[in-house]
T-cell receptor, first 115, second 113 residues
Framework: DVKVTQSSRYLVKRTGEKVFLECVQD?????MFWYRQDPGLGLRLIYF???????EKGDIPEGYSVSREKKERFSLILESASTNQTSMYLC??????????????FGPGTRLTVT | GQSLEQPSEVTAVEGAIVQINCTYQ??????LSWYQQHDGGAPTFLSY????GLEETGRFSSFLSRSDSYGYLLLQELQMKDSASYFC??????????????FGTGTLLAVQP
């Protein structure tokens, strides 16, 4: 059974803290993605990675960075957390197919609150 | 640019049929995907239309018409457990290894007894 796991289900951090969100997949997928989900805004792509050490900015990369040192692990870093980064963060992975990453597998999400 | 529009909410009764529409403006894409997300849960992949026409998977069907820039998800014999948010998504052409998925804003389906 395919699996994407995220390090925390709930997280509370203070403004200005550096925050690490970890994601691990066990499907040997090339692609990994970080999204944030806010009510009424759907899923917005922060960053994605199509190979180890490779990364691409998504639609809302400001205030975030990522790291992919191993194929199975993709980390999202909030350099200095702010209250407007309070959100649900979803990690996903997919194969690198010719039709694009149309079938993605998602982790359970991390609900981050920044106070 | 790309954008996908969906109705924000749809309500239907148990046993009925409901259609969730997705209209898009994009310069070119490979196909149309649909995802389901229950409240508090992760999105899960439902279907993919690479070609125009209807794809059927059990009670769920998905349709794509590139000429009309339009697709829909059809849910038949609605059950209470179908209450969830549904997202359409496209993967734009030309990205190569850097392909990504663009999601619509989602439709909240409420199934009533």
């Amino acid at each position: 059974d395919v699996k994407v796991t995220q390090s925390s289900r709930y997280l509370v951090k203070r403004t200005g803290e550096k925050v690490f969100l970890e994601c691990v997949q066990d499907m040997d997928h090339e692609n990994m993605f970080w999204y944030r989900q806010d009510p009424g805004l759907g899923l917005r792509l922060i960053y994605f990675s199509y190979d180890v050490k490779m990364k691409e900015k998504g639609d809302i990369p400001e205030g975030y960075s990522v790291s992919r040192e191993k194929k199975e692990r993709f980390s999202l870093i909030l350099e200095s957390a702010s209250t407007n980064q309070t959100s649900m963060y979803l990690c996903a992975s997919s194969l690198r197919g010719r039709q694009g990453p149309y079938e993605q597998y998602f982790g359970p999400g991390t609900r981050l609150t920044v106070t | 640019g790309q954008s996908l529009e969906q109705p924000s909410e749809v309500t239907a009764v148990e046993g009925a049929i409901v259609q969730i529409n997705c209209t898009y403006q994009t310069s070119g894409f490979y196909g149309l995907s649909w995802y389901q997300q229950h409240d508090g849960g992760a999105p899960t992949f439902l279907s993919y239309n690479a070609l125009d026409g209807l794809e059927e998977t059990g009670r769920f069907s998905s349709f794509l018409s590139r000429s009309d820039s339009y697709g829909y998800l059809l849910l038949q014999e609605l059950q209470m457990k179908d209450s969830a948010s549904y997202f359409c998504a496209v993967s734009p052409r030309g990205g190569g290894a850097t392909n990504k998925l663009i999601f619509g804003t989602g439709t909240l389906l409420a199934v009533q007894p």
